[in-house]
C-alpha cells in the first residue's frame, strides 16, 4: 500500500493506465476504419466476376469459371461522375467453385461487407448448395462477431425465368432453417475439444427468418447485364 | 481445323478469343472444373464431348491458353502453336500485361496475329508430311528387273565391295591368330599368377619364371598385333603411318586398362581389386541451400546490372530450380504414405502452375512450392458436394421412402464397427435406423452386428424415439435379395435409414464384384460408401479404382453408380501418416464422410482439411 502513499506514483500510474487505453483505442478505431474489403461470394455461375468487372471497369466482359480470386482497389462513382464514398474500397471476388470457395474465410476478418451473388434463375433448383454456402457465410465467427452486413444480390432478373426476391428469400430461409438443424447434429470435428460449437443461427423454436440474425441481411435483385447494380452501390454507400 | 483458341487469366476473364465454328456446350468451362482446379493439371490433353483441349499456362501473368478442335483429329502442330500463341500474345502486349490492370486492354488486335502463326505452322507441318510417290527407278523392284542390274549405280558399287573385302581382311585377321594360339598361354585365364601382367619381384628372380615372363611378354605384343590388324581393318578413317599406327594402338590398348582399378599382386596371384564404393555422400541433398539453387541459373547474367539484380530483382523460377525442391516434396508426401504416382501428380501439377512465375528478392523456391501444394492439398481434400448426410435424410423422409446407405470395402477395414458407430449417430438424432445384414459369407457376421444392434438398444434412452433393427436372413443366401427385402420392409415399417453391412472382398475377386455390382444395381442405394483404412499405401488407390471399375463394368445399367464417399477407418493409429486420406480424395474426387478414431461408438469424426494438410506437410 505504500506505493499509494505518494500521490506521484499514483499520478503516475493513472497517466500510464490512460495512455494504454488511449492507444489501444486509436488502434482499434484504426482498425474499424481500415476495413474496407468488400467480398463478392456465391455459387459458380452467379455472376461475381462479371459484377466485379462492372463495378470496376463498367464494362461486359466475357468471363469463365475463376481459379484464382480478382483483387482491385476501386472508386466508386455516381452517374455524375462524383465519388459516393470517403475513401476508395478493396473488391474482392472469391471464386465460386466448391474446391475453391474455402478462400472466402480468409478474408472474413477484413470484410467490411459481403456481397453475395444468387443467380435467380436457377435458385429454384440449386437452393439447397446456395443455403449450404450462405450458412457458412453467415455462421462464419468473424461474421456474427464484427455483425458483418450482407447483402444478396439476386442476379440476372433481365431474364424471364428469374424468381423474383421474395420468393428466393423464402425459399433460403427454409433451407437454412433445415440446414441449421442437420448441421449442429453433424457429428464433431476430429482435434476439437468440443467448445467450438457453432453459433446456432436465429432463434431457438421460431423457423428461421434472417431478421433474426445480429447482423443486417438485404434482398436485392439487381441485373448486372443490364448494369442494373444501384442498389448495390447505394449499399456499399451507406455502409462507408 | 481448330474450333476455338482462347486466352484467359486465372480470374475468370476471356481476353481473346476466336471461335472458328459454334461451340456446343463450354468445353473450357469443364476444362477449368474437371482438370485445372482439380489439381490434374499434370496431365496435357483432355477430352470432353467432341472437343479435345490442350492447353499452357503462363504463369508469369496468370494467363492460360486453351485451344480446342475436333478429336477425331491428329493435329500435331497444336502444341506448337500453343507455344507460339504464348510467345506471340506476351511479346505482342507485353505492356498491357505488365500494367497493373491486364483486363482492361484490348487484345482484339490479336486476330491477324495468330491467323498468320496457325497458316505458317499448318504449312510447315503439312509439308514435312507430304510423301511424293517414288520413281520406278528408285525401287527394289527396279533393281532386280534387267534393265536395272545394268544400270546399277556406279557410285555405290565400289563402297559395298570395298567394305567386304575390309570385312574379310579383318575376319581373317582375326581369325588366323587364334588358330595359331592355341598354344600353352592361348587359355590361360587372367587369375593365373603367370599370366599375370605385372611381374611380381619373386618372378624376376627366378629363371624359369623370367623365361615364361619372356613369353609372356611375346603374346602381349602379339596380342597387341591382333588389334592392330583388326583396326587396319576396321579403321575406314584416313591411313596412318607404321609408327603412328604402333602409338595409337598402344594407347588404344592401354585405354582397356584403368590402372587406377588394377588389382595388386600378391604372392604372385592377381587379386583383383574391391569394389570400390566411392566417397559416400554422407550429405542430404536436400538440406542444400535454397539461395545456392535458386542462384545457379542467374549467375550467369554478366556484369553489374546482373548483380544488382540478383541482389534486388525477381528471378523467374524454370525447371531446373524447381526440380530438387519438387522432389524433396514428393520423397516427403511418399513418406506420409500418400501413393506414389498420386504425389508425381501432385508435383506435376504445383510445378506447371509454378513455371515462369517471378521470385522475390528474400522468397525462397521451397517456401513458394510448400504454399503451393497447401492450396492444391486444400482444394484436393475440400469436398466439392454437400456432405450433409442428415439433409439427405430428411429430404427422403420428406419423400416418405427410407434412406438407403451401403458399406463396401476390402476384408477387415471396419465396415460393421464403423456402421454401428453411424448408427449411433442417427440414433442420437432421432432416427429409426434398420441394419440389414447383407454379409452372408463370413461366419459370425450376422452375430456380429446382433450384438451391434443389442448394444445400441441398451444405450437408447426409454423416452428417445430413435429406434433400431437388425434384419437378418442367415447366411448363404443372395445378398442383393436380402437388401431388396430389407429396404421394402424398412418403408413399410416407417424406417428412417437403411444401413447395409456387405461382405469384405478383395478387389480382384471378380465373381464377388459381380455380386456387389448387383446388389447396388438391384437396389440403387442413396449412397455407396467405401470403408478404408488409414494404414494404406499405395493399395489405396488400386482398390478405390478397381471397385469403381467393377460398379461400372457388371452393373449392366446405362448410369452406373460409383463411389459416393468415403470413410476412412483407424485413423487413431497412423500418427501423422495421412497420406492415404489424400490419396483417396485425390483418386475418387469425392468427399470423406467420417473417420474413425477409435473403439468405442462415439470414436466417429468429421475430417478436419485443416488438420490433414498441416499434418501431410510437417517435417
Redesign the interface.
Known sequence: MALFDNPLALIALVVLVLAIIAIGLIFIVQKKANNNTYLILGA?DAGK?ALF?RLR?NKK??????????EATIQLVDDSGAAITKQPIQLV?V?G????R?RYADFMPIARGVIFVVDSTTVGRSA??TA?YLYDVLANQHTTKSRIPIIIACNKTDLFTALPTSKIQTLLEAEIN??R???S????????SGDAIADYLGYEGQDFKFEHLENDVTLIGCSVENGDLNSITEWIADLS | MLDLCTV?T?????LW?KNYTHINGAP??AL??DV???ERAGITSYNKDSYALKWTFLNEK?L?FVIAYQSFLQLTYVDELLETTKRLFSTTFSEQLDSSDV??GDYSSFDPLFDRAWKTLEEKYSKSKQKVPRKFEDTKKFENTLNGSKAKPAVKEPSVEDEIAKNIQAMNLAGSPRSGARGPGGRRNVKSPKGSPVPSPNMASDPAAGKKKKSQKVMRTWEGKVAKGEMEALDYSKKLDGQEHEDATLANAESLVDRSKMGNVVDGYYEVQDVDYGDEDEDDIFDEEDGELVSKPTAKSSGVFGFFKNLTGQREIDAATLEPVLQKMKTHLIDKNVASNISQHLCDSVQSSLLGKKLGTFGSVSTLVKDNMETAL???L?????V?I??DI?QAKARSRAYSITFIGVNGVGKSTNLSKVCF?LL??NYRVLIAACDTFRSGAVEQLRVHARNLKALQSSHSVGEVELFERGYGKDAAGIAQDAITYANNNDFDVVLIDTAGRMQDNEPLMRSLAKLVAVNNPDKIIFVGEALVGNEAVDQLTKFNQALKDFSGLQNPRHIDGMILTK?DTIDDKVGAALSMTYTTGQPIY??G?GQTYTD??????S?VVQSLLKN
Open positions: 459458380t466476376t468487372t471497369y466482359s466475357p468471363t469463365i469459371t475463376s481459379m484464382k480470386e480478382n471476388d471464386p467453385h466448391e474446391r475453391l474455402f439447397r448448395t449450404e433445415r440446414l438443424a442437420t448441421r447434429a453433424a457429428v464433431e470435428q476430429q482435434e476439437s | 484467359l486465372k480470374g475468370g476473364y476471356v478469343q473450357v468451362d477449368i472444373r485445372l482446379i482439380e496468370e492460360v483486363v482492361g486444400k482444394r484436393i475440400t469436398p466439392k458436394t454437400s450433409d442428415l439433409r430428411e449417430w442420437q438424432n485413423f467420417f473417420v478414431t466417429l469424426k468429421n475430417l478436419k482439411v488438420h
